[in-house]
């Protein structure tokens, strides 16, 4: 497989389609492939899961070959590089979307360093346009293994970040950023921990960094039950204090970035949407068992592909669907700001990010 896949502009036209109608079908796919995880994070409950009868990779090939419009998916988890078969899933998904322009995949850096090294060079030499890998990092070194419950995990995520910038070398198409979610447990140290990346990757910049806020989802994290929001501890003002240092180094390739970083201020704030939702529309997220749902955050399930033999458009227009988007039109969805949505509704409302 050598396949050329999408363009950036035909995502972007996309994108820019869903700011005046309705789209057809989604152009994002949020999948995660499995909730197996060997973290022990406080944020989370997934690693609590031991999941059984996930997709397999088999029925996903299906699900590719039937819904194959996709432009932009995340393949996340749990920790996706856990499935031996993660690269023949990225594969699936490049060889039957032709449109799909990128593909984003977080990990954990606890797995084997050599088989994450295997599975990304595979993914990269199908000559998919852009593969984005996320390496999680929640906090300094003492701070990070705390967060995660992992002795080690800071230094292991430096060498993973490491290992793919050896990748890059070779393969253009492959980018890298480092995923901070600030939580209760580490609001106020970020800066800490962005100096203590700084002493092993000397040229590392704000822009290297994704940053997220900690968010309790029943359909996907499993928290709900827990105290984790940094919402009022002050977040705000580091939020920032680090969007004014992304733009002191402007560059226009991180605008849609900065514009989800200016709106995670207001949502730290007032704890409110802050750009009309998507989901639905522009994306969806499927779970590792095949259930649809609107997004990671809505615990509001439309169907499961197992029955409509792997066949998105059966379930995208049903009852449960629709009253979804007269929700979203009503401005009754949950609250959220999260990244797996929050790019679509950006650029789904260009208006709010010029
Ligand atoms: S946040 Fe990610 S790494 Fe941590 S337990 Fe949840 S899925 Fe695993």
Redesign the pocket.
């Known amino acids: 497989m050598n396949g050329k896949g999408g363009s950036i502009a035909g995502l972007a036209l996309t994108a820019l389609k869903s700011n005046f109608t309705s789209l057809e079908r989604p152009y994002k796919l949020n999948f995660s492939v499995t ?1 197996n ?5 406080l ?5 609590e899961i031991r999941p059984k009868d996930e997709l397999t990779l088999e029925e996903i090939r299906k699900f590719t070959e039937k819904n194959n419009y996709f432009k932009w998916i995340t393949i ?4 996706p590089f856990l499935r031996s078969d993660m690269a023949d899933i990225a594969k699936a998904f490049i060889e039957n979307c032709k449109d799909l322009y990128i593909i984003t995949i ?1 990990t ?1 850096s ?1 797995c084997n360093i050599d088989m994450v090294k295997r599975k990304v060079i595979e993914v990269l030499d199908t000559g998919v346009p852009r593969l984005v890998i996320t390496v ?1 990092l929640d906090g300094y070194r003492e701070l990070h293994d705390k967060i ?1 419950g992992i002795p080690g995990n800071f230094d292991k995520a430096m060498e993973n970040y490491r290992m793919l910038q050896e990748i890059k070398r070779d393969h253009p198409n492959l980018d890298m950023v480092f995923g901070y ?1 600030i939580s209760k447990f580490n609001s106020g140290q970020f800066e800490k921990t962005f100096n203590s990346v700084k002493e092993v990757f000397p040229n590392v910049t704000y822009n290297d960094f994704h940053i997220n806020l900690a968010q309790t989802s029943e359909t996907y ?1 499993k928290n709900a039950n827990l105290s984790i929001s940094p919402i009022g501890n002050g977040t705000s003002e580091e939020l920032s204090e680090i969007y004014s240092k992304r733009m002191r180094m402007y560059d226009p390739m991180h605008l849609v970035e900065n514009a989800f970083l200016k709106k995670l201020i207001e949502f730290a704030k007032e704890g409110k949407t802050p750009v009309k939702c998507r989901s639905l529309d522009a994306s969806l997220f499927l779970d590792g068992w095949g259930n649809v749902y609107p997004s990671i955050m809505w615990n509001r399930k439309i169907g499961n592909i197992r029955e409509v033999d792997y066949d998105l458009s059966k379930l995208w227009h049903n009852g449960e669907a629709e009253g979804v988007r007269k929700a979203i039109k009503n401005g009754s969805e949950p609250n959220e700001w999260t990244s797996c949505e929050a790019y679509q509704s950006l650029t789904g409302n260009i208006l709010k990010i010029l």
């Not at 995880?37 to 994070?41: A, D, K, L, P, V």
């Not at 996340?76 to 920790?79: L, Q, S, V």
Request: glycine content about 10%; charged content about 15%.
């Open positions: 909730y995880c060997q973290s022990r994070c944020t989370c409950n997934i690693w996340t988890g749990g920790e977080p954990n606890l999680s995660r979610t994290y």
